[in-house]
């Protein structure tokens, strides 16, 4: 099973400040098969991104993907005051478990 | 809109079952594998149980294997998670996922608002 550790646990940020959450592997992950999610209170979550960097449909461009094997990062590029929320990092290599990482919360500063 | 809505959950005793629902709507429920995900208070998110489009393959989470059943009615647009023998470590919210791509393991693109299991006597 592929362990996933995201980093950091909490980050304080302040809008229009630039957002970089990382999620580690214990293992590499097939074919970039990453994906982040973001969940609000009281909300279900929403995919952000998958395949590592692509964006999912109605996902605004300041958020991206980047990295591979091991290490994978959701950057957001200029924090809009909705985006203060919790971020999930989910691998989903070709045979299960389906993995998710623990989290970070992004809060405002 | 795609639309998903669970229902099903509420308090039962340990050992006790409970049967949850997912109502899918706006998009051609057949053609997509379906996932189960849960989120017990305060936590994170745990993968349940998926289960492919024509009920072909199923996978489960190590923890609920032989206690929880998938499955799904393409014809009432509809997917089940049977829990049977359930623990306190079950009390969750249990949350149905369209699964995007090809693989029943790719990314859950849409998902339902959650329903509440909690296992306490």
């Known amino acids: 099973e592929i362990v996933l550790t995201q980093s950091p646990g909490t980050l304080s940020l302040s809008p229009g400040e630039r957002a970089a959450l990382s999620c580690r592997a214990s293992q590499a992950v097939s074919s970039s098969y990453l994906a982040w999610y973001q969940q609000k209170p009281g909300q279900a979550p929403r995919l952000l991104i998958y395949g590592a960097s692509s964006r999912a449909a109605g996902v605004p461009d300041r958020f991206s993907g980047g990295g591979s094997g091991t290490d994978f990062t959701l950057t957001i590029s200029r924090l809009e005051p909705e985006d203060f929320a919790l971020y999930y990092c989910q691998q989903y290599g070709g045979s299960p478990p389906i993995t998710f990482g623990p989290g970070t919360k992004l809060e405002i500063k | 809109e795609v639309q998903l809505v669970e229902s099903g959950g509420g308090l039962v005793k340990p050992g006790g079952s409970l049967r949850l629902s997912c109502a899918a709507s706006?998009?051609?429920?057949?053609?997509?594998?379906m996932s189960w995900v849960r989120q017990a208070p305060g936590k994170g998110l745990e993968w349940v149980s998926s289960?492919?489009?024509?009920?072909?393959?199923?996978y489960y989470t190590d923890s609920v294997k032989g206690r929880f059943t998938i499955s799904r009615d393409n014809a009432k647009n509809s997917l089940f998670l049977q829990m049977d023998s359930l623990r306190a470590e079950d009390t969750a919210v249990y949350f149905c996922?369209?699964?995007?791509?090809?693989?029943?393991?790719?990314?859950?693109?849409?998902w339902g608002q959650g329903t509440l299991v909690t296992v306490s006597s």
């Open positions: 996922a369209r699964v995007q791509g090809y693989t029943l393991t790719s990314p859950m693109d849409y």
């Open positions: 706006e998009f051609t429920f057949s053609g997509y594998s």
């Open positions: 289960i492919s489009s024509s009920s072909s393959y199923i």
